[in-house]
């Protein structure tokens, strides 16, 4: 069973930074896509960048030139550097992994509406998530 954790959300002013991160345990594959996830207060969950095993990247509209994704394989650790944060980008953050087929450009398009409250997205294992608050 992998555990993910993130850390790193807080109560900050918009135009300011934050780094998320989610510390994984094991996963056995050494092909994966990784992603961030953000559900506004009363909005479904939404993916805002994913990065896979070889370290392609890619990211919503949303957090284009502002989000950046990384990893530290070594540290089994996934960042999310928020910079410029709107109110908007106010909710929960989630961290994800799964198979590397699920790294594609679409994910970003459509709402994964969960079942039974799990979320899908191509994802196989989520963390509680770390809550972002944004103030105007």
């Not at 392609?56 to 089994?76: H, L, V």
């Not at 550097?81 to 459509?110: H, R, W």
């Amino acid at each position: 069973q992998v555990q993910l954790v993130e850390s790193g959300g807080g109560s900050v002013q918009a135009g300011e930074s934050l780094r998320l991160s989610c510390a994984a345990s094991s996963y056995t594959s050494s092909s994966y896509c990784m992603g961030w996830f953000h559900q506004a207060p009363g909005k479904e969950r939404e993916a805002v960048a994913i990065i896979d095993s070889d370290g392609s990247t890619d990211y919503a509209d949303s957090g284009k030139g502002r989000f950046t994704i990384s990893q530290d394989k070594a540290k089994r650790t996934l960042y999310l550097q928020m910079n410029n944060l709107k109110p908007d980008d106010t909710g929960m953050y989630y961290c994800a992994i799964g198979g590397q087929e699920a790294c594609v450009s679409t994910i970003f398009d459509y709402i994964d509406y969960p079942i039974d409250g799990i979320y899908g997205y191509g994802m196989d294992y989520w963390g509680r998530g770390t809550l972002v608050n944004i103030s105007s």
